[in-house]
């Protein structure tokens, strides 16, 4: 299912990651507002947690990404225990920064724990769901292998209902376009709860970003991103005019970059980026 958009999607949210490290996990805001970073360009990141990383590289969530992909090539179906084994022996030889949500899965996997996936609810693994529309032949589907695929690290309720939200959504965008309709009438999918984050990223639509992201809170929790990525969406019609100011109110813009990026490109397969930002340290080919 839309197979020939799949590596123009992936590669877009690779582009936000690349982008988004330079200031990835930067919280201060005096510090954000005085990097040396030129945002015209990749940038080598300024967090500590990025010791080793230098510019055109991705964090760890587009490493992890570049994983999904490789292992979804010339595969029919979604096997989630192959992607699991497959992921995990590619953790254990991973030299990048190993977050909370990994470091409890690998441990629950040595340990033999069923399930395994750790009960984490960052919004970083709704950003690598496009690879899965690869081996899914309908929406329903899809939306299976998301879940499935969310599970295997991000195993909270919050993270598959965050996960279905923005199936649905990329679903609905590659259909349709991106408009408010197209995020307001997913309401009825999802509980009051969950549903008022999301409006809260709609009714923030005028504000300065800057502002928003850091009032719904910058880190990495869905009940801090979700909102932020939202307004995100809902408040710029340019690509690069959003990761800019997404990646300048720091925190974890890699996980509201490579969800929104992922829906933006969706909805406009003509939406181009500066080529300076394509200059990633690996074969943009995949």
Not at 151 to 178: D, M, P, R, W, Y
Request: aromatic share 12%; net charge neutral; proline share 3%.
């Amino acid at each position: 299912m839309y197979e020939d958009r799949v590596k123009d999607l992936t590669l877009t949210a690779l582009v936000a990651d690349a982008y988004s490290l330079g200031a990835h996990w930067v919280y201060d805001e005096e510090q954000l507002k005085n990097l040396p970073i030129n945002w015209s360009r990749l940038n080598a990141p300024q967090s500590i947690f990025h010791r080793g990383k230098k510019a055109g590289d991705f964090t760890h969530y587009g490493d992890q990404l570049v994983w999904l992909y490789q292992f979804l090539q010339n595969k029919t179906d979604f096997d989630g225990k192959l992607y699991q084994s497959f992921w995990f022996q590619k953790m254990q030889k991973y030299d990048g920064y190993i977050d909370g949500s990994s470091r409890t899965t690998m441990e629950n996997i040595k340990n033999k724990l069923t399930p395994s996936g750790a009960d984490s609810s960052d919004l970083s693994i709704v950003g690598r769901i496009a690879p899965l529309l690869l081996v899914s032949k309908t929406k329903e589907e899809f939306y299976k292998n998301v879940e499935n695929f969310i599970k295997i690290t991000h195993n909270s309720q919050l993270a598959v209902t965050c996960g279905q939200f923005f199936a649905k959504l990329l679903i609905n965008v590659l259909n349709e376009g991106l408009n408010l309709d197209s995020i307001t009438n997913l309401k009825k999918d999802f509980s009051p709860e969950f549903w008022q984050m999301v409006q809260k990223g709609i009714d923030s639509k005028d504000k300065d970003t800057f502002k928003a992201i850091r009032d719904f809170g910058p880190a990495c929790s869905i009940n801090e991103g979700l909102s932020a990525t939202v307004h995100l969406l809902v408040k710029y019609d340019d690509l690069k005019t959003m990761l800019i100011e997404n990646a300048k109110a720091g925190g974890d813009s890699s996980a509201r970059g490579m969800a929104a990026a992922t829906i933006f490109k969706a909805a406009h397969p003509s939406a181009k980026l500066p080529q300076a930002w394509y200059e990633m340290n690996i074969d943009t080919n995949l």
